[in-house]
């Protein structure tokens, strides 16, 4: 397996700041052609690209542009999400850091695209170096006139706010994050109205995930045609993915999509798991990914291999268990971060995320019944059924899918006598 390298060949060949350095590596020539061929026809060329969402959802992106392109409502904003909360996903931080001026060319030419005038990047509040660099990004920016009055010289104008993030975890959720900057309680909402149609301060709105931005001004300076050649028909282009826990080289891979399977990128490029033991379980799209166990990893890299085999893409998070870790305790420590970051909005999920995590609490002790076992099974599905949003729809898919993988995990702490009967 060899990495594809599209989004992430500039990293570590030129300084941050240094746009001369960006230009001599072929930058800028996709917002260039951009402002050569208008708004619709780069609203046409990235739909003919199949580009989709990298930041979990993997939504169309050219349908959200479409959708907010032809609103007359002004002012119109555009979103760069930064705010990559999802457990085991480090991914977009790469690009920030390394290659942050493909990261603002994507963010001026989807505001150019759409007609917004001021644009907005929401960096994860942990992320302190990172919104530092990208102020002085953006002051840079302006002096070259790729922000503010004139963009390079056209009748286009745009500003960029750089915004730190307030810790939550679901204010990676688009209209949580709107919330958020509107100096609201972080909050997702029931969808319709979409952003698109009722955003930011109630006005279209686009909100686009890091990486997703970062494959804009390579479409546009190389050409739709030449974009899909990379990855599968239905999946173009390649993908970030962030490998982590029990192997020995952790890191951030960038791989064209379904160039492998899910094995080869764990045992070639991370070199097999940290001690050496066999795999036990893979989440392969973050922390709220269903599991997958040792008889899955064969499956592509692709998102819908990977759904076909019981789980999500995601953002592309990829999580490795070896052989030794218990499923109650790993499934507990997801329920620990989750269940401190309900929003509250809805009840399945706010109530929910507590009462499974109680279980699993009691489950770690070896105070649990059967009774419990069925219960979490419940609340679970009740949540994913009823839950506002992405999270409280995804946060029981963990412990669901570890209940099924492995149940002798769960039935060897379970006390045999069911609960209420004394004994």
């Known amino acids: 397996m060899k990495e594809k390298k599209v989004l992430t060949g500039r990293v570590g060949k030129y300084k941050p700041l240094d ?29 003919k690209s199949g580009l989709t969402g990298r ?4 939504f169309p992106t050219a349908l959200k542009w479409a959708s907010a392109a032809p609103k007359k409502q002004q002012p119109k904003y555009f979103i760069c999400n930064a705010d990559e909360g999802e457990l085991g996903t480090f991914k977009d931080k790469v690009l920030l850091d390394g290659d942050p001026w493909a990261v603002l060319e994507g963010i001026v030419i989807a505001a150019y695209a759409i007609g917004a005038e001021q644009a907005y990047i929401y960096i994860k509040g942990e992320y302190e170096k990172t919104a530092k660099l990208w102020d002085k990004l953006a002051d840079e920016a302006k002096k070259a006139r790729i ?68 494959n804009v001004p390579v479409i546009l300076a190389n050409g739709a045609e030449k974009y899909r050649k990379l990855g599968v028909k239905d999946d173009p282009g390649t993908r970030l993915f962030s490998l982590s826990a029990d192997v020995k080289k ?19 490029l991370g070199q097999g798991t940290r001690n050496g033991r066999p795999i036990k379980a893979v989440q392969p799209g973050g922390g709220t990914s269903a599991f997958l166990g040792r008889d899955s990893l064969g499956c592509k890299l692709t998102a819908k291999a990977i759904s076909e085999a019981g789980s999500s893409i995601g953002t592309a ?14 499934v507990k420590g997801l329920l620990k971060f989750y269940g401190a970051e309900s929003c509250g909005r809805c009840s399945p999920c706010r109530i929910g995320v507590v ?7 009691t489950l770690s002790r070896g105070e649990a019944t059967s009774d419990d076992l069925t219960q ?30 492995f149940p002798e995990d769960f039935e060897t702490v379970v006390q045999k006598t069911p609960s209420g009967t004394g004994g």
């Open 55 to 58: 930041g979990g959802a993997g």
């Open 317 to 330: 998070g990829v999580i490795v268990y070896e052989e030794g870790k218990n499923a109650v305790e790993i």
């Open 250 to 268: 952790p890191g951030v891979y960038e791989l064209e999509i379904g160039s492998g399977t899910l094995e080869e990128l764990i045992n070639e």
């Open 376 to 405: 979490l099974r419940e609340i679970g599905k009740a949540s994913v059924a009823a839950s506002t949003c992405g999270m409280g729809q995804a946060f029981p898919l963990p412990v669901l899918s570890a209940l099924e993988l």
């Open 147 to 214: 922000l503010g009055e004139g963009i390079l010289g056209s009748r286009f104008s745009v500003s960029l706010h750089i915004v730190r993030g307030r810790g939550p975890y679901i204010a990676g959720e688009e209209f949580a994050l709107i919330a958020s900057l509107e100096a609201r309680r972080p909050m997702s909402r029931l969808k319709p109205p979409y952003p698109t149609e009722e955003g930011l301060f109630g006005k279209p709105t686009v909100v686009n995930n890091v990486e997703t931005i970062a």
């Open 355 to 361: 009462r499974m995590k109680e279980i699993v609490d």
């Open 19 to 47: 746009l001369k350095a960006y230009k001599a590596l072929g930058g800028l020539q996709g917002l260039k052609r951009a402002l050569d061929i208008g708004p619709e026809s780069v609203i046409e060329e990235i739909k």
